[in-house]
Nanobody
Framework: VQLQASGGGVVQPGGSLRLSCAAS????????MGWSRQAPGKQRETVGS???????NYADSVKGRFTISRDNGKNTVYLQMDSLNPEDTAAYYC???????????????WGQGTLVTVSS
């Protein structure tokens, strides 16, 4: 099982960016999918998550600006980021709780980071 994140880049303050993260491999079921971020010199923080049924929750710092969605048919989670500011500059990581074929329990998988830079 692998998670592949994409969509990072450089954006001006006030701009928008959309990240994607696709899970692939021997996947039987995916429960919660989410995003975290780590800014230079800071600890990783949770951005938000979404259940298989579509229930979302967000960190206070991004609430109202970021939107998490998913396409269960494509095993993909998205992070729509609007009204970006320089404090949102970070490496963004996706993660998911996945049961693989042959497995019995959910296991947490992480994708590689995709860098978002907000700068004028």
């Amino acid at each position: 099982v692998q998670l592949q994140a994409s969509g990072g880049g450089v954006v001006q303050p006030g701009g928008s960016l959309r990240l994607s993260c696709a899970a692939s491999g021997s996947i039987r079921s995916i429960n919660v999918m989410g995003w975290s971020r780590q800014a230079p010199g800071k600890q990783r923080e949770t951005v938000g998550s979404i259940t298989s049924g579509g229930t979302t929750n967000y960190a206070d710092s991004v609430k109202g600006r970021f939107t998490i969605s998913r396409d269960n048919g494509k095993n993909t989670v998205y992070l729509q980021m609007d009204s970006l500011n320089p404090e949102d500059t970070a490496a963004y990581y996706c993660n998911a709780d996945i049961v693989s074929y042959g497995g019995m329990w959910y296991r947490n998988y992480w994708g590689q980071g995709t860098l978002v830079t907000v700068s004028s």
